[in-house]
Structures are given as structure tokens and as C-alpha cells.
């Protein structure tokens, strides 16, 4: 099957601040890489989750994709054109194609428009149907992801959280997407109320046979929506294929330590005991690391760890980016 | 074991011009020397308001109407402001979830340790050395040349881990711990989780953790009381209510969490949001959200009552007739 969105070499940078005292000691102009040389595809009908601790660039890679920053390198084709070379009013025509949802739908609803403006704004803005569909669109749309037209003229300060992020999604779906991109959508929520945004999801999901890039901090969360997974960690993809085997079998120690390090309530576990599994802190992206990147808080890291970047099959259906991958889980099945 | 604070029959409410919200209402709970004790339920059902409430740290209009609070034998609702002061922050230390709020931005991490540390006649000399020796104690990497720093100089996980030394260094013996990992990333999560665990064996302290992550909750406690809606809704051992949940609620909170096996099973999400609490709920303020409600539930109020060994549910339908 052919991928329906394939990133190849994404690179984003941004270039740090750069004073005029720097110029006069001739100092080099420093750039932050955020994104570093990823590839990845997206399937049609997948649910590709993204996961990594804060700052690992999620965020950046999504915002890339959505054409929010420019791209330094690299490609990002869907349906053939790479839409990092495509024109302004092209890339208008085009942005209907790939919507996003944001964490806090508290900050991402204009305040001052009801649910109907909102919706009528896109709708008439990209010319999706004609002026006299546009209530039944609407109508449709609210239903769609469990809202009904009683809610249309209302402003969003008189929904609750969970209403909020099915507006959000309401909106993302107005423009008949290929691709949602979802930045971490039930961060902000309660745990009751998230049970249902992420059931919205995968009704969604099948209902419109969506493609979606999730986002998300919470390995469970991740685990329970998406068919595949990608581990990020500091710009580079780390552990890439399908999500089972990932939550299965993990075999860069870096997301065998994410897994371990989540509290969980499914397990015993002795809360008297210390339980430390990580030491050390996310390096700055500024001052990366030689060699593989996790080497510094890598337990199982080498001479060569430090010396040698390890490279990626990206051939592979489970890649990963390590130069001593687990390849035995000896507690398999516990998790 | 003897218990170092008892709460009991906890009233506090938000006394405004035109409505009354009911922010602590009715709540009972005892925390055990030496145990970690965990306070869990979603955001604005009363958890860190209890906890406020215990120092009498509750904002503007709220007044305690009724309850005791009991620590070490003595009736912390029966103190005058001046005198509870003695039991904030040197008795009981709070930490919060968001550091870079709670840590004063222009002030030396040194300076703001010092702060604890007055009035206890040690030398400025002596004052850093205890200073340093905290931020060590935290694991803060370099606390010689780290003391002297200000907290935009930190990292995340090092702000919350400064803000555990300056909470200690008044030797606290209960540790109330307002959502101390939920800003962070799951890799610091487990750390400052380790730490506080290290931490209390190390001190001796109690703490009390107010959290909204059940995962949280089975990595750092032995006991847990749930809330809804200003009320305790179930309280009993860690595992216990994991196992045997009896309270709907609880039951629809851990139905409603990805399991971590991988079974791809529907989620069964708690249908509706939570009440105001500016109204007034004769029954049981889960009543409307509640799969099993009977009329009973909506008009008169469940009393926490057994539901297996040390286990207590507020609940019409549990115990006997259920």
C-alpha cells in the first residue's frame, strides 16, 4: 500500500538570537534543530502515534507537517506534490487537507464567535458548499462528533472542556480532511471526559476512514488509539512499527524506559520501595550529544554509543535506532 | 499505627453574595504516621481545597462551618490565625504542582532556603551548609555552584526538586504533595516519584499526595480516599480499590483509563461532566452520571459505610443491599 502523507529528510531549524556582540567576536550563527532527518509514512486508515517527553520536537514535526514552520530540508508528499514547494495560493487550496487539532481548547476557540460562525467561516472561506447547504452541513457536522444544533449558536465560554475539544474537532472535519493531526487532544482533559474524546476518535476513525497523526505524551493513551508508533527523542525518530510490537517487545532501551517509567495502576506495585529507573535530564537541543543522542542516560551505552551515530533500517517494519537493540523481552507478556 | 492528622466531618464552603459553593463538604480521613496517603478525583471536585483547608490556607470567601482537624492531638480549626502559622510550612509543608508559580523568580535558591531556615540561630555560614547539603539531599547535581542560582536557571524536574529543599528544610512531618508530578515528563515523573519515596523513608514523614493520576496514586500510596464533588466518595487501601472498586464513580474512572494490556477494548467513558458546586444535592452528587441511580440516591445522602476491610464507599447500593 502507498503511503498517503511520506516525510523524507524533514529537517527544522531555528536560527537562536544572534547579538551584535556575537558578530564582533566573529562567533559562529547557532541554530536549534528541532526536527532532525525524519522520515516517516503515513497509511491510509492509520493512526500513527508520536510520543516523547516535552521539547523531543513532536510538536515541531507536526506543525512542519501542517506547514505552520517552513522546513530547512526535506520533503513532505501527500497525494504526490510536496507541499513544502507549493505557492502560497496553492498551499491555501491545499490546507483543507490536513487539519489540526491543538491540546488546549480553551486558547484554540475564538472566544468572541459562536460554533456556527465558526464553522460557516471555514466552509464558505474554502468554498466546500454552496450557501444554502451550509446549515445542513453544519448540522451534520455537530452530530458528527456528538454535539447537536442546539449547541450551534452558543460561544464556546458556555461548553465544558470535553464540548470545547469536540468543537476543535468539529472544525478540523469541516474541510473533509485526509489527515488529522491531533497534538496531544486529551492532555487538558479529565480522565472521564478523555475516555470520551478518544472514543470520538476512533468512531471518527472508522466512520470516515481518517488518517490521523497523534500526538500524545501518555503511552496508554498512544497504545490504546494508534496502529503504529513512533518513539521521538531530541529531533530524531528513535523506535518506529507497529504499536503492539512496540508495547510488546521495545527494543531501543530508550522506549523500553518510557514504558517503565509511566505509573501505572494496572500492576502492584510496593509504593515503600524507590523505584528510580532514569537518571539525568533531557539534554538541550542546542548542544546535542555525539554518537547516538540517549547515550548520556542510556543504561546499556558503549564507547562506540558515544562515538557513532546509529543508524536506522528504514526498510524495516519495526525500525530502531540503536547500535545494541533488546531483541529478547525476558518479561514478556507482563506489560 | 497512630494516626498524625484526623480529619473529621471537614465543612468548607465559598460563602459569595448570591450562591454558597459547597467546596468541602462533609469530609472524613485519617492519614497514619509514616504512610503516604492519596487524594484523587478530577479538577475542581475539592482535593487541593481540602489540603488548604487543613492550614486554613483557603482563598477569600471561603470559611470552615463545621469539622475538626487533628493533628497530633491538637485541633488545627480551633487555632487562631497567628497560631496556626506555627504549624504551616515547619509541621506540615505543602508542595505544588507548578514550581515556576510558587518559587519566587527574583530571589537566589539560596535566599529562598534561608527563608525556612530563619529563627533557628544558625550563622549565615551554617545557614549555607544546610542549604547546600538539602540540594544534595534532592539529588540537584552540583549544589555548591546550583544554590547560588535563580530558578529560570533550573530545568523543570530540577524546580520541583528545588521546591522539595525548600520545603524540608523546616523538617516537616506531614508532606502534603499537590500534584507534584503532573507538569513533567514521565522520565522525571518517576524520579521525583523515587525521591519523595527516598525521601520519606529517609525523614520519617507522612505524606499526603493530591493527584488526578490513578497511576500516580498505585506508584506512591497505601491508602486513597476519591472525591466528587467536595465529597469523599470511597476511601480504602491502594490495591484494594483497584481490585474491588465500589463506588460507581471509582468504577467508571478506572473503566474509562486505557489498560495497559493491549486488548484494544471499547473505553467506557463516564457519560455526562461533572455538577456545580454552587448547587445543592439532597442525594448523591453522582446520582445523575450514575449508571445504577434510584430515586432513593437523588433525595437522600449515602454515608460512607463498609465495603470490605478497611474499605468505605459511599453508596446506597453498596454493603448490605446492594
Redesign the interface.
Known sequence: MDALLHIEDLTVAFDLKYRITDALARRERKKLIAVDEVDLDLMPGDTLGLVG??GCGKTSLARAIMGLYRPSEGRIVLGGTDRTKLSGSEFRRSCGDIQMVFQDPYSSLNPRMTVRQMLKEELVKHRMCGKSEIPGRIRDILEMVGLSEEHADRYPSSF?G?QRQRICIARALALNPKIIVADEPVSAL???????I??LF?ELQKKLNLTILFIS?D???V??ISSHVAVMYLGRIMEYGE??EI??HPRHPYTR??L??????????N?????????G??PSPMNLPTGCRFHPRCPCATELCAKEEPLFDRSASHRCACHYPIMEDPDDGQ? | MENILEVRNLKMYYCGRRETVRAVDDVSFSVRAGETFGIVGESGCGKSTVCRTLVQMQPAPGKILGGQVIYRGKDLTSLSEKEVRAYRGTEIGMIFQNPMTSLNPVMKIRDQIFESLKGRGLTKKEMLDQAVSLLRLVDIPDPEKRVSEYVHQFSGGMRQRAMIAITLAARPKLLIADEPTTALDVTIQNQIISLIARLKKELGMSVIVITHDLGVVNEMCSRVAVMYAGRIVETAATRELFDSPAHPYTKGLIASLPRGDGSGDSLKPIPGAPPSLAGEFPGCAFADRCPHATDRCRTERPELRPAGPEHFAACHLTGGNA
Do not use: K, T
Not at chain 1, 190 to 196: L, P, T
Not at chain 1, 271 to 279: A, L
Open positions: 517527553e516535552s465544558s470535553g479529565d480522565v472521564s471526559i478523555q475516555a470520551q478518544l472514543n476512533v505524551h503511552l496508554q493513551v497504545r490504546y504499536a503492539e508495547f510488546r524506559i518510557l517503565e517509567a509511566a505509573p501505572r495502576m494496572d500492576v502492584p506495585v509504593p515503600d520501595e524507590v523505584r528510580e529507573i532514569i537518571h535530564e533531557l506489560r
